[in-house]
C-alpha cells in the first residue's frame, strides 16, 4: 500500500514539474509492428504478441521512435508516462519483463548538458519532494543539479581501472561497472549520483548523434550504482541513421516511416527515466521487484 502512494506523489512530481516547463503529455502506441528500440549490447529483446489480421506484432520497448515523430511534427515539448516491455532471459535485481518509464522529447536543445539537466532535476525534485514527506531514504545523498558530478566514458573507464576494475575501452559499463563507479564517486564526491558522457558509438543506438572521434552525444545518469537515466542528442542525417542501422543488423526499410519523418528536421534530443528503478534506488530498495505492487518477473505472470 506504501509504495503504491510512493508512487503516486513521484509521478505527480514528475508531471507538475514537466507541466511547469510547458510540456505536453502524450500517448503513443503500445503495440507495435517492428522491434521500436532494438537493443545494441543489451539482451533484452522484444516480446511478441497476436494481432489479429495476422501480421508480426510486438509490445514496446520504448516509444523512442515515435516520441521523436511527434517533436518533429511540430509539438516542441512533451513527455509520455507509461509501460515498456523487455524480454529478459533471467530474473536480475534490477530488470523485469514490464515496466514503467517516463519519456521526454523536445526540439532545439541548446546542448547535451541542457537535456541531462532536465533529466536529473527530474530526479531530485521527485526526491526533495518524497524527503518532505518522510519517505525518501535517508540513506541516499544527492547533491543539488548544479554540482552533479559529471564524467566522460573515458573517464569512467580510467576511473575504474585506477581503482582495481579492469574494463577495455569500448566495452559495456553494465551492472558491475556502474555499480563500482557508484562506490568510486561517493567516496570522491560524497554523491551517490552521478552523470557519464559520450560513449563510444558501438554501443549506442541507430537515433543517437555521432561526433568526431566516434563518439556520440549521449549520457546515462546514475544513482546507487544504477542506471535510472539514458538519454542523448538525435540524429537527423538519414545516411548516418540507416549506416548505423545496418551496422546493428537493422534493415533501414522496415523503419521508413520513422526515417522519412526525422530526417534533415529540427534537431532535438531526450531521455528515458526508468520510474520503478527511481522508486528503488530513492527508497534504497535491493531488488526493483519490491518497488512494484504488481511485478511481472521472468517467472512471474500471475497475479
Same mark, same amino acid.
Given at each position: 500500500?506504501?509504495?503504491?502512494?510512493?508512487?503516486?506523489?513521484?509521478?505527480?512530481s514528475?508531471r507538475?514539474?514537466?507541466?511547469?516547463?510547458?510540456?505536453?503529455?502524450?500517448?503513443?502506441?503500445?503495440? !507495435?509492428?517492428?522491434?521500436?528500440?532494438?537493443?545494441? !549490447?543489451?539482451?533484452?529483446?522484444?516480446?511478441?504478441?497476436?494481432?489479429p489480421?495476422?501480421?508480426?506484432?510486438?509490445?514496446?520497448?520504448?516509444?523512442?521512435?515515435?516520441?521523436?515523430? !511527434?517533436?518533429?511534427?511540430?509539438?516542441?515539448?512533451?513527455?509520455?508516462?507509461?509501460?515498456?516491455?523487455?524480454?529478459?532471459?533471467?530474473?536480475?535485481?534490477?530488470?523485469?519483463?514490464?515496466?514503467?518509464?517516463?519519456?521526454?522529447?523536445?526540439?532545439?536543445?541548446?546542448?547535451?548538458?541542457e537535456?541531462?539537466?532536465?533529466?536529473?532535476?527530474?530526479?531530485?525534485?521527485?526526491?526533495?519532494?518524497?524527503?518532505?514527506?518522510?519517505?525518501?531514504?535517508?540513506?541516499?545523498?544527492?547533491?543539488?543539479?548544479d554540482?552533479?558530478?559529471?564524467?566522460?566514458?573515458?573517464?569512467?573507464?580510467?576511473?575504474?581501472?585506477?581503482?582495481g576494475?579492469?574494463?577495455?575501452y569500448?566495452?559495456?559499463?553494465?551492472?558491475?561497472?556502474?555499480?563500482?563507479?557508484?562506490?568510486?564517486i561517493?567516496?570522491?564526491?560524497?554523491?551517490?549520483?552521478?552523470?557519464?558522457?559520450?560513449?563510444?558509438?558501438?554501443?549506442?543506438?541507430?537515433?543517437t548523434k555521432?561526433?568526431?572521434?566516434?563518439?556520440?552525444?549521449?549520457?546515462?545518469?546514475?544513482?546507487?550504482?544504477?542506471?535510472? !537515466?539514458?538519454?542523448?542528442?538525435?540524429?537527423?542525417?538519414?545516411?548516418?541513421?540507416?549506416?548505423?542501422?545496418?551496422?546493428?543488423g537493422?534493415?533501414?526499410?522496415?523503419?521508413?516511416?520513422?526515417?522519412?519523418?526525422?530526417?534533415?528536421?529540427?534537431?532535438?534530443?531526450g531521455?528515458?527515466?526508468?520510474?520503478?528503478?527511481?522508486?528503488?534506488?530513492?527508497?534504497?530498495?535491493?531488488?526493483i521487484?519490491?518497488?512494484?505492487?504488481?511485478?511481472?518477473?521472468?517467472?512471474?505472470?500471475?497475479?
Open positions: 500500500v506504501n509504495i503504491i502512494k510512493i508512487r503516486s506523489k513521484a509521478l505527480f514528475i507538475n514539474y514537466l507541466y511547469n516547463l510547458s510540456f505536453y503529455e502524450v500517448n503513443t502506441p503500445y503495440i !507495435v509492428g517492428v522491434s521500436t528500440d532494438p537493443p545494441k !549490447v543489451d539482451k533484452g529483446g522484444a516480446i511478441e504478441v497476436v494481432w489480421g495476422g501480421e508480426q506484432a510486438f509490445l514496446r520497448q520504448s516509444n523512442q521512435l515515435y516520441k521523436q515523430m !511527434v517533436v518533429v511534427s511540430g509539438i516542441e515539448k512533451i513527455f509520455e508516462i507509461g509501460p515498456f516491455w523487455r524480454a529478459e532471459s533471467e530474473n536480475t535485481f534490477r530488470h523485469l519483463e514490464e515496466s514503467i518509464g517516463l519519456d521526454v522529447e523536445f526540439s532545439s536543445p541548446k546542448s547535451l548538458k537535456v541531462l539537466s532536465i533529466a536529473y532535476s527530474i530526479i531530485f525534485k521527485v526526491f526533495e519532494d518524497l524527503k518532505m514527506d518522510g519517505l525518501a531514504s535517508f540513506e541516499i545523498s544527492l547533491l543539488e543539479p554540482k552533479l558530478p559529471i564524467i566522460t566514458y573515458e573517464e569512467a573507464i580510467d576511473l575504474l581501472n585506477k581503482n576494475f579492469p574494463f577495455k569500448g566495452v559495456d559499463l553494465g551492472v558491475t561497472g556502474e555499480a563500482k563507479l557508484g562506490e568510486i561517493q567516496k570522491r564526491n560524497h554523491s551517490d549520483a552521478f552523470a557519464i558522457m559520450y560513449y563510444p558509438s558501438n554501443i549506442k543506438k541507430f537515433y555521432q561526433s568526431d572521434s566516434f563518439l556520440t552525444e549521449t549520457f546515462d545518469i546514475i544513482v546507487g550504482g544504477w542506471e535510472l !537515466v539514458s538519454g542523448a542528442l538525435r540524429e537527423v542525417n538519414r545516411s548516418k541513421i540507416e549506416y548505423s542501422m545496418k551496422l546493428s537493422i534493415d533501414p526499410v522496415d523503419y521508413n516511416f520513422y526515417l522519412s519523418i526525422v530526417e534533415n528536421t529540427v534537431e532535438h534530443g531521455f528515458g527515466l526508468g520510474i520503478d528503478r527511481l522508486i528503488a534506488r530513492l527508497l534504497d530498495i535491493d531488488v521487484s519490491d518497488a512494484v505492487p504488481f511485478p511481472r518477473t521472468f517467472d512471474r505472470l500471475i497475479p
